[in-house]
């Protein structure tokens, strides 16, 4: 069955690897994310594939904007079925380099977008009785290691916010949270300590392809409706 799916941060990684996926699978995207030239660029990939895609700038940070990106969507299209919650930065760092900015900026798109956009869907799910949402985490929701304390804090807040959705919600909104190890993605770029990219690039030697995110998030809409695939942990093998 089609589903319209709204994919916030998707102009690139995880994001774009979604997109084009569930595009793939026969359900119509509609992308947001902050570089809408780029969103565009991946809106044309879709259509090329014979897939449908609509586009909207998006930051999520922004209550407003992500309420206005969801009511789009379902203006266009009399409805939507999934949020892919995907939007995410990663600027690690050690507490005591206090990039407080850094800090901000985690907790605003990390925590404030999710909630962002839970608030925007949730009265339309509601009102449909059906829906699904799917929060891509981290496997730095479960461990914590240096330089990521807080962006575990924001990932395990993440984790912890789609839990008590799930638990709260009519059992006819479901609740997916994906939580993936290394993957090839940007989110390496948004570190400005240099001491922590150098550390990072030797962790970083081992990644999936953003594409197996994509397939478990896939999987997990794919289910039937009684059916709740509540949370996937994918990372390489080679992670520890």
Do not use: C
């Not at 995410?88 to 990390?110: E, F, K, Q, Y």
């Not at 006819?172 to 150098?198: F, H, K, M, N």
């Not at 998030?217 to 994918?234: F, G, R, S, T």
Request: hydrophobic letters at 45%; aromatic letters at 4%.
């Amino acid at each position: 069955m089609s589903k319209v799916v709204a994919v916030t941060g998707a102009s690139s990684g995880i994001g774009e690897a979604a997109a084009l996926r569930l595009a793939a699978d026969g359900h119509h995207v509609v992308l947001g994310a902050r570089r809408e030239d780029r969103l565009t660029s991946v809106a044309e990939k879709i259509r090329a594939a014979g897939g449908s895609a609509d586009v909207r700038r998006l930051d999520v940070t922004d209550r407003h904007d992500t309420a206005a990106f969801v009511d789009a969507a379902v203006n266009a299209h009399g409805r939507i079925d999934v949020v892919v919650n995907n939007a995410g930065v990663m600027p690690l760092s050690p507490l005591s380099a206090l990039l407080v900015d850094d800090w901000d900026r985690m907790i605003d798109v990390n925590v404030r977008g999710l909630l962002h956009g839970i608030a925007a869907a949730l009265p339309h799910f509601q009102r449909q009785g059906s829906g699904h949402f799917v929060t891509v985490a981290s496997i730095a929701a479960h461990a914590v290691s240096p330089t990521a304390a807080v962006y575990s804090a924001t990932k395990h807040a993440a984790w912890a916010i789609s839990e008590g959705l799930r638990q709260e919600a009519d059992p006819s909104i479901r609740v997916t949270t994906i939580s993936p190890g290394v993957v090839e993605s940007e989110l390496a770029e948004t570190i400005t300590d240099p001491a922590t990219q150098a550390r990072i690039a030797t962790y970083r030697a081992n990644t999936i392809p953003a594409g197996a995110i994509a397939d478990a998030i896939a999987y997990a809409i794919a289910q039937p409706a009684d059916v709740d695939v509540n949370e996937i942990v994918i990372r390489p093998a080679r992670q520890r």
